[in-house]
């Protein structure tokens, strides 16, 4: 991923303490460092990465204005006027800050070269071909399931129709000349309360496939709080950071997913003659929850001019450094990895220590970035598991619909065969 994507921009001041003047400009964030371009000249005043950020705090500058500082290193960096206020640019950076202290490499480290290695082809092809039959499964599927609402589609007008004859033959019974009226006559009325045709959804057997720190913003800029993302196989829920569920969309609720930067994504739900529910959710692991959205509303996901190039290029520094969502398969990939690796043995002189991490290197079973591709072919795959799991459980209920419908239909006709033979 490219360095010098710009994540967020904000209008403020900078505190430039050899002129000791405040100089307006433009903090900006990208997913390694964080930058200040004065506006008049457009000189870049400072920049850092975030791994060497210390602290981030709000302060007053001059017991007034409120100000962020900024310490990095031995160096204290003071930001005021922030837009569209100091608490939304302290959330997002300290969000940022926070997972790039937490990756296990660190931000500022520098992408290995890919290798790619015969185990590691090996079970890439294994994956690939694993993740295409499934592909296939699941689209045999989601059309067998359409097969089956078309059906009962059918079944429901074969009903509507049979109350119409029944109302026919119940007025050819009991002709308007007949002066004691048809109640005598008329068959016995079936009290039975007709079956709902309705499919239950099947909303509480959710899996979850993945759950991602993230910024939230609601209607207005100025309204953001940190959170959770939880995507599911039915649809996907946002809560607070007290894990306090604000909303869940069903994925027959999610009206489109635009893709505003590879790190930044909105969700709406469309209504008539009230405000839409749209959330604006920002995080430095959304590149690990696109390809999720993708899969889960392919049709519904719009990429914005700024997120053109994640489609072919989706890794980041925060993604090669992010653990798996699948611990039992981040388990297996780094047992494979460190399978063939030489044990550390005490040697003599840095030249050993150099020669040892080069043998390690030669012996290495699977190359980190293969490991990286295999987590996540296997997050897809879950994915894709999670999917079939839910369409099976939903046509399994649709056939215990059709079963009743179709014993009801032909219970129906031959009841009215009877009354129609009554009458010639």
Same mark, same amino acid.
Request: net charge neutral.
């Given at each position: 991923?490219?360095?010098?994507?710009?994540?967020?921009?904000?209008?403020?001041?900078y505190?430039?303490?050899?002129?000791?003047?405040?100089?307006?400009?433009?903090?900006?964030?990208?997913?390694?460092?964080?930058?200040?371009?004065?506006?008049?000249?457009?000189?870049?005043l400072?920049g850092?990465?975030?791994?060497?950020?210390?602290?981030?705090?709000?302060?007053?500058?001059?017991?007034?204005?409120?100000s962020?500082?900024?310490?990095?290193?031995?160096?204290?960096?003071?930001?005021?006027?922030?837009?569209?206020?100091?608490?939304?640019?302290?959330?997002?950076?300290?969000?940022?800050?926070?997972?790039?202290?937490?990756?296990?490499?660190?931000?500022?480290?520098?992408?290995?070269?890919?290798?790619?290695?015969?185990?590691?082809?090996?079970?890439?092809?294994?994956?690939?071909g694993?993740?295409?039959?499934?592909?296939?499964?699941?689209k045999?599927?989601?059309?067998?399931?359409?097969q089956?609402?078309?059906?009962?589609?059918?079944?429901?007008?074969?009903?509507?129709?049979?109350?119409? $004859?029944?109302?026919?033959?119940? #007025?050819?019974?009991? =002709? !308007?000349? +007949?002066?004691?009226?048809?109640? @005598? /006559?008329?068959?016995?009325?079936?009290?039975?309360?007709?079956?709902?045709?309705?499919?239950?959804?099947?909303?509480?057997?959710?899996?979850?496939?993945?759950?991602?720190?993230?910024?939230?913003?609601?209607?207005?800029?100025?309204?953001?709080?940190?959170g959770?993302?939880?995507?599911?196989?039915?649809?996907?829920?946002?809560?607070?950071?007290?894990?306090?569920?604000?909303?869940?969309?069903?994925k027959?609720?999610?009206?489109d997913?635009?893709?505003?930067?590879?790190?930044?994504?909105?969700?709406?739900?469309r209504?008539?003659?009230?405000?839409?529910?749209?959330?604006?959710?920002l995080?430095?692991?959304?590149?690990?929850?696109?390809?999720?959205?993708?899969?889960?509303?392919?049709?519904?996901?719009?990429?914005?001019?700024?997120?053109l190039?994640?489609?072919? $290029?989706?890794?980041?520094?925060? #993604?090669?450094?992010? =653990? !798996?969502? +699948?611990?039992?398969?981040?388990? @297996? /990939?780094?047992s494979?990895?460190?399978?063939?690796?030489?044990?550390?043995?005490?040697?003599?002189?840095?030249?050993g220590?150099?020669?040892?991490?080069?043998?390690?290197?030669?012996?290495?079973?699977?190359?980190?970035?293969?490991?990286?591709?295999?987590?996540?072919?296997?997050?897809?795959?879950?994915?894709?598991?999670?999917?079939?799991?839910?369409?099976?459980?939903?046509?399994?209920?649709?056939?215990?619909?059709?079963?009743?419908?179709?014993?009801?239909?032909?219970?129906?006709?031959?009841?009215?065969?009877?009354?129609?033979?009554?009458?010639?």
């Amino acid at each position: 991923m490219n360095e010098d994507i710009r994540i967020h921009t904000w209008p403020c001041s900078y505190y430039v303490g050899s002129e000791k003047r405040w100089v307006p400009g433009k903090l900006s964030l990208t997913p390694v460092s964080v930058r200040f371009t004065a506006d008049k000249s457009g000189e870049l005043l400072v920049g850092f990465h975030l791994s060497s950020i210390s602290e981030i705090k709000k302060e007053s500058s001059n017991f007034i204005f409120s100000s962020l500082t900024i310490l990095e290193t031995h160096t204290k960096h003071w930001f005021s006027s922030l837009q569209p206020n100091r608490n939304v640019v302290f959330n997002v950076l300290e969000h940022f800050w926070r997972e790039q202290l937490l990756s296990s490499e660190g931000a500022g480290a520098q992408a290995l070269p890919s290798s790619q290695t015969s185990k590691g082809k090996e079970l890439t092809g294994l994956l690939t071909g694993s993740q295409k039959r499934l592909e296939d499964t699941a689209k045999v599927l989601e059309h067998q399931g359409e097969q089956f609402d078309n059906i009962m589609k059918g079944l429901n007008k074969i009903e509507s129709e049979m109350d119409v $004859a029944d109302r026919l033959l119940s #007025e050819l019974e009991s =002709p !308007s000349w +007949w002066p004691f009226g048809g109640k @005598l /006559l008329k068959g016995p009325v079936d009290t039975k309360p007709k079956e709902a045709h309705l499919v239950t959804d099947p909303g509480n057997k959710d899996g979850v496939i993945l759950r991602i720190p993230v910024i939230i913003t609601e209607r207005t800029d100025s309204n953001v709080r940190p959170g959770k993302l939880t995507l599911l196989a039915s649809g996907l829920e946002i809560s607070d950071s007290s894990s306090q569920v604000l909303h869940r969309f069903d994925k027959k609720d999610v009206d489109d997913v635009k893709v505003h930067t590879p790190y930044e994504i909105s969700v709406r739900q469309r209504f008539i003659g009230k405000p839409d529910i749209s959330y604006r959710l920002l995080s430095a692991k959304m590149p690990e929850a696109i390809p999720v959205f993708e899969m889960q509303f392919s049709k519904k996901v719009q990429f914005m001019e700024d997120a053109l190039g994640l489609v072919g $290029a989706r890794k980041t520094p925060q #993604e090669e450094a992010g =653990p !798996s969502i +699948w611990h039992a398969a981040t388990g @297996l /990939l780094g047992s494979v990895m460190q399978a063939g690796s030489i044990p550390s043995s005490s040697s003599p002189g840095a030249g050993g220590g150099s020669q040892q991490a080069q043998l390690q290197k030669q012996k290495e079973v699977v190359s980190e970035s293969e490991a990286q591709e295999l987590r996540r072919m296997l997050r897809k795959l879950k994915s894709l598991a999670l999917e079939t799991e839910t369409e099976l459980e939903r046509q399994d209920e649709a056939l215990d619909v059709i079963t009743s419908s179709v014993d009801r239909a032909t219970t129906n006709i031959d009841k009215q065969n009877r009354r129609i033979k009554k009458l010639t």
